[in-house]
């Protein structure tokens, strides 16, 4: 998930500086995006307000730096809403955060959106493991393979086990999340 839309969600909720927002990534967000340097945050920062996407005012504080607490454009609402809105289109890789990015905001769209979204993933992660789960998991090695087969075979095993039960558990999120945006919507 690029950094910009992260920045703009958090700052339609309301004004931050650099470092309100480097506490929440590291905290609150840490989930859905990697870890984000202080310095990448003030460059993007920086970009964004020449780009127009974003605005600033320097906060006087007694014995200590001015603070810059940004807030949203309008241009930054539209690019921010533009990514938001767009059709959902699932990456290969389920753990990719792009998609876990669009949920945290979904607050910002209507319910037939989100669930559109939703089930666009769903649909894809469910084809993924119709196409790769009941495959042939043998290893195979060439003569010249000096290791240790059986244990390589083991490992193998172990790994797919860790990511079907992943996916598994990913797909079962995206049904309850399907089902508790289903019921919101009926009250």
Do not use: C
Not at 37 to 57: C, D, H, K, V, W
Request: glycine share 4%.
């Amino acid at each position: 998930m690029k950094l910009e839309y992260f920045i703009i969600g958090l700052l339609k909720l309301k004004p931050l500086t650099g470092y309100d927002l480097k506490k929440f990534l590291d905290i609150e967000g840490r989930f859905i995006r990697r870890r984000t340097p202080l310095s990448q945050i003030y460059n993007t920062l920086n970009r964004m307000a020449e780009n127009g996407l974003l605005t600033f005012e320097n906060e006087l504080q007694e014995g200590k730096p001015d603070r810059k607490v940004y807030t949203v454009t309008s241009k930054g609402d539209e690019y921010f809403m533009a990514w938001l809105t767009a059709p959902h289109q699932p990456s290969f890789r389920f753990q990719e955060r792009d998609f876990l990015g669009k949920i945290m905001f979904a607050y910002y769209l209507d319910t037939p959106t989100i669930l559109q979204q939703l089930r666009t993933e769903l649909d894809y992660r469910k084809e993924q493991i119709a196409a790769f789960r009941p495959r042939s998991r043998a290893l195979q090695v060439s003569p010249a393979f000096d290791g240790n087969l059986e244990h390589a075979q083991a490992i193998a095993d172990l790994l797919h086990e860790y990511g079907a039960s992943s996916v598994d558990h990913y797909v079962s999120w995206l049904e309850s999340t399907i089902q508790f945006f289903e019921n919101w919507n009926a009250d």
